[in-house]
């Protein structure tokens, strides 16, 4: 099965500007995440939808964070504006809402540098 | 907050088993243990997970302690492609994953 779909990879942009970064889960997911990945650390959290619902926004910095998953399927995370401490990896996961084993399967990230 | 704890660094010759440990000594009692793992330039990728009883898979086993406020992955034969950070991590209700820092396992020829 097609995994996780995320673009651009890599994403170069001066600070204040904005950016968006987009995700397709795998077919059929209905939880979709977002995280934040710093150089040198564990991924982050940043948002968690379930269908087109956010479960969880709490991590987001919603000042210049935003995202979106219309139709339950592709989501979007803006940055508006960039700040230099955004420079990071962001990850997108899905995974399906039944069963015990609700393993997230992880797309390869964008890799966001802010200058 | 982190909920589990991990050494920084391991090494592990090739063939030899590997042992990553993991305190997570907050652990609820619904509260499942995941390990994922990240090859430099990759999203993360699934281990193992389990609950309070030891688990095996193809790529690894998982050994819990009985109060689980521990566990430890085993690589029964690490190879050099295992070079990865390994992360430990709890997962709550919702499904909701809390990374830690992890622990970057190198495999030595």
């Known amino acids: 099965e097609a995994g996780v779909a995320q673009s651009p990879r890599y994403k170069i942009i001066e600070k204040r500007q904005s950016v968006a970064f987009w995700c397709n889960p795998i077919?059929?997911?209905?939880?979709l995440y977002w995280y934040q990945q710093i150089l040198g650390q564990g991924p982050k959290l940043l948002i968690q939808?379930?269908?087109?619902?956010?479960?969880?926004d709490s991590q987001l910095p919603k000042d210049r964070f935003s995202a979106e998953r219309l139709k339950g399927v592709d989501s979007t995370l803006k940055i508006q504006p960039a700040k230099l401490e955004d420079s990071a990896v962001y990850l997108c996961?899905?995974?399906?809402?039944?069963?015990?084993?609700?393993?997230?399967?992880f797309g390869p990230g964008t890799r966001l540098t802010v200058l | 907050d982190a909920k589990t704890t991990q050494p920084t660094s391991m090494d592990c010759a090739e063939g030899r088993a590997a042992n990553l440990p993991c305190n997570h000594s907050?652990?609820?009692?619904?509260?499942?243990v995941y390990w994922y793992r990240q090859i430099h330039s990759q999203g993360p990728q699934y281990i193992i997970h389990?609950?309070?009883n030891n688990e095996t898979n193809e790529m690894a086993s998982l050994i819990i302690t009985e109060d689980r406020k521990s566990s430890t992955l085993i690589l029964p034969h690490a190879t050099l492609r295992d070079t990865a950070v390994y992360y430990c991590i709890v997962r709550v209700t919702g499904n909701q994953f809390y990374f830690g820092t992890g622990t970057s396992l190198t495999v030595i020829p």
């Open positions: 996961a899905s995974s399906s809402l039944s069963g015990v084993r609700a393993e997230q399967f």
């Open positions: 939808f379930q269908n087109n619902g956010v479960v969880d």
């Open positions: 077919s059929g997911h209905a939880t």
């Open positions: 907050t652990i609820s009692g619904n509260e499942y």
């Open positions: 389990g609950l309070k």
